[in-house]
Nanobody
């Protein structure tokens, strides 16, 4: 069984930064990353990193502003969000992927990120 524990998030002004973290327990995944869901919208892929090789994947909307990193020893991934925009406001979910970086098999509990203008 895989458990994901998220931390971080909160309220920030436009142009500000936030950092999220997600610690996984259980077996090693193929990849981990983040998805987000804004009110009235479907959950969407944001960013991911593979455990082996550290290959990264980004949604076009966050390229150049968001970065993902991993700590293999802690089985933890980090999402650094810079130059945040009001459009980034959403609940951010950590995802644990076993075969496809765009399809999560397990989810974290979600953390709210609110960007004020």
């Amino acid at each position: 069984q895989v458990q994901l524990v998220e931390s971080g998030g909160g309220l920030v002004q436009a142009g500000g930064s936030l950092r999220l973290s997600c610690a996984a327990s259980g077996r090693t995944s193929y990849a981990m990353g983040w998805f987000r869901q804004a009110p009235g919208k479907e959950r969407e892929f944001v960013i991911a990193i593979t455990w082996s090789g550290g290959r990264t994947y980004y949604a076009d909307s966050v390229k150049g502003r968001f970065a993902i990193s991993r700590d293999n020893a802690k089985n933890t991934v980090y999402l650094q969000m810079n130059n945040l925009k009001p459009g980034d406001t959403a609940v951010y979910y950590c995802g644990y992927m076993t075969r496809n970086v765009y399809i999560a098999d397990y989810w974290g509990q979600g953390t709210q990120v609110t960007v004020s203008s």
